[in-house]
């Protein structure tokens, strides 16, 4: 159950929305007094239709050097806790991925990369929160690749040197007339070409701007796993096509969320082959990008935006000093401890002593309370559920629980091979708590996107009732009016249900007239605060 306590308005409180668009100070009246007071509703101030209210992300879902870090860098920059929460996580994921995976009941696992999508607007020093979470990856990639130097070169050289000698050979011959010459040649050359062996490439834990084709390429170098970090959403517009003639290319991101395979050959690039690849994003580009996510219909046909976990979080511009108080050195001294234990990590190996991720089971206890989410969830998916109009995501909701739960408990275990310990019952509630969470903040981006049809009808309705201007009115004179686009009333009904729970209407009070042939027709009054405006 979510307390008062733990909501938050993502547009700016309620109270500036309604002093704008309907001016300040409007309450009923204090004493009470009304005709028929027992049958007036008791008016509230109107949520409106483009605002939902949405969960606080709580720190007490994470251990203390995650949260001491979050909190540090969200007061230092004076920007919302959510950021640095959520790129923070993606941190996590980009160093427990593909030697990590969960088992929340048996025979089911899933990885731990995740698609973290916080939406804030230019301005909101997103930029300084990524580098801040994210510091120790690039610090570590620079450290690693200056230990590999001398490796690399010494390879580099021996990779020319066979070259060099196999590309002698082949013009030897090509001079060569006798056949058994030819023949010693080419056994010669296919000697060298098969002592050569692939000059080494420097850990690279993450990218930014880079095409579909390239991302599969890196990720193949890469151990099968890379990780996008942005705080902008030029992303997207590769996933769109900007590079490939205006036709979407996004195979490669789904597969690299779920760990599917990947095979690809075409002529003009090496052929490329990962069997688990695992890809991680943290973006958080400006909130229009949902726009964009909608307009895309093979993002959502193809399941593109169920993967994201989505963040709303209210800007804070307007209300920064200036002052925010510098991280405290021990803070970022744990945080960055913490992490690179977690990215000297080891896969575990087969029995051909091949990588491949340690398994993390749940704890039956942690089985039980994670089967209940699950169940929980699915029956709000069907056509009659609050979640159907986004279903696509809302299904996805327990694996997404089931991967933090284990990036939750890898964090608690960072210094303790988190990969020897079953996740625990606390852990698993939590994370699951904390999916419950982002379930408010998918809910409002969906809404967003046009995929909550009975918001669409609520905001067609209520156009309606301004262009009327009417302090009453019956549902018949307004399905009369729109029934070009809704043509049954039934269609309409949710939309009223909508607008009565967000306080701009309510049903009339007292008996029905009631008029030969047909029963009558429901009646609503309108908020008086609002009608007081018109």
């Keep these: 159950m979510k307390s008062e306590d733990n909501v938050v308005n993502i547009n700016d409180e309620h109270n500036e929305v309604w002093d704008m668009l309907y001016g300040k100070g409007q309450k009923q009246n204090d004493s009470g007094d009304h005709t028929q007071e027992e049958e007036i509703p008791t008016w509230e101030k109107p949520v409106p239709l483009d605002v939902n209210i949405v969960d606080k992300l709580e720190l007490k879902c994470f251990p203390k050097w995650f949260a001491d870090m979050a909190k540090a860098v969200a007061d230092f920059t004076e920007t919302p806790l959510e950021l640095a929460i959520m790129m923070g996580l993606a941190t996590v994921a980009t160093c427990v991925q593909k030697k990590i995976v969960v088992m929340p009941k048996p025979g089911y696992y899933e990885p731990l990369n995740i698609w973290a999508l916080i939406m804030l607007a230019s301005g909101n020093r997103k930029s300084a929160v990524i580098r801040l979470m994210t510091q120790v990856l690039t610090d570590e990639e620079i450290l690693l690749a ?3 130097t001398t490796e690399i070169l010494t390879a580099a050289e021996h990779q020319r040197g066979i070259d060099d000698h196999i590309e002698m050979k082949r013009k030897q011959r090509m001079k060569e007339e006798d056949a058994t010459e030819c023949s010693k040649l080419t056994a010669s050359i296919i000697k060298l070409e098969s002592e050569k062996e692939p000059v080494p490439i420097a850990p690279q834990f993450w990218t930014q701007d880079v095409t579909a084709e390239e991302l599969a390429v890196l990720m193949s170098q890469q151990g099968e796993k890379m990780t996008l970090l942005s705080a902008e959403g030029g992303i997207f517009e590769n996933m769109a096509g900007r590079y490939s003639g205006g036709v979407p290319n996004i195979d490669i991101y789904l597969q690299g969320h779920a760990g599917d395979h990947v095979r690809v050959n075409r002529g003009s690039r090496p052929a490329i082959a990962m069997n688990e690849p695992t890809l991680t994003m943290g973006l ?10 909608s ?12 993967r994201f976990l989505y963040v709303l979080p209210k800007s804070l511009m307007g209300e920064r000093t ?7 050195p021990v803070v970022t001294k744990a945080y960055e401890k913490n992490i690179k234990a977690l990215l000297e990590l080891k896969p575990a190996k087969d029995d051909k002593n091949r990588d491949m991720p340690h398994v993390v089971r749940f704890s039956e206890e942690a089985e039980t309370e994670w089967k209940e989410f699950s169940t929980t969830i699915e029956p709000q998916l069907g056509e009659s559920g609050r979640l159907h109009f986004m279903e696509d995501w809302a299904g996805k909701l327990p694996g997404a629980g089931a991967r933090l739960t284990g990036l939750i408990h890898c964090m608690e ?9 079953s996740a625990s019952l606390q852990t698993a509630k939590k994370a699951l708590d904390f999916s419950g969470s982002l379930l408010s903040h998918a809910e409002r981006s969906f809404s967003i996107m046009g995929s909550d049809e009975d918001m669409n009808v609520a905001r067609k309705v209520w156009g309606w009732i301004k262009r009327n201007r009417s302090e009453e009115f019956k549902a018949r004179d307004c399905f009369n009016d729109i029934r070009g686009t809704y043509p049954k009333m039934d269609m309409l009904a ?18 029905k007239k009631r008029s030969a042939g047909r029963p009558p027709s429901q009646e609503y009054i309108v908020n008086p605060m609002i009608v007081e405006h018109w």
């Excluded at 200036?322 to 405290?328: A, C, L, S, Y």
């Excluded at 949710?494 to 008996?511: C, H, Q, S, T, W």
């Design 322 to 328: 200036g002052e925010g108080p510098p991280i405290p």
């Design 146 to 148: 200056e230990m590999m």
């Design 413 to 421: 275990y960072a210094l303790n091979k988190p990969q020897d310990i």
């Design 494 to 511: 949710p939309a009223f249900d909508v607008l009565a729970e967000r306080n701009y209407i309510a049903m009339k009070p007292g008996p």
């Design 295 to 306: 307009n895309q219909k093979v993002f959502r046909g193809k399941g593109l935006v169920a």
């Design 284 to 293: 958080c580009p400006q909130p229009e990008i949902l726009n964009s996510l």
